[in-house]
Nanobody, 125 residues
């Protein structure tokens, strides 16, 4: 079983920054890719960013490109999401996702097998 534990959410003013962390653990966990999604009330889960573990390729949703940065620490099995220039529209529950099996896509929730419990990010105006 793989466990994903997110941390770093909270309340921040518009224009501010936050960094989310997601630590993966499990007896045989070896990530192929990890990602961040978010879901605001009444909206569908939205792709935020992903990183392929071996080569470090990164992918971003259009709404966060240029403001958010995803990175990883291989030794710690941890993925980070640095969020800068936050706006009220970024308010959501942010979920970490991971997969072990190699797949082509990285942007859909169906591309991942494991999910964290979510961490709330609230941006005030």
């Amino acid at each position: 079983q793989v466990q994903l534990v997110e941390s770093g959410g909270g309340l921040v003013q518009a224009g501010g920054s936050l960094r989310l962390s997601c630590a993966a653990s499990g007896r045989t966990f070896s990530s192929n890719a990890m990602a961040w999604f978010r879901q605001a009330p009444g909206k569908e889960r939205e792709f935020v960013a992903a990183i392929r573990w071996s080569e470090g390729s990164t992918y971003y949703g259009d709404s966060v490109k240029g403001r958010f940065t995803i990175s990883r620490d291989n030794a710690k099995n941890t993925v980070y999401l640095q969020m800068n220039r936050l706006s009220v529209e970024d308010t959501a529950v942010y979920y970490c996702a991971a997969r072990i099996i190699r797949r082509l896509g990285v942007r859909g929730p169906h591309d991942y097998d494991y999910w964290g419990q979510g961490t709330q990010v609230t941006v005030s105006s």
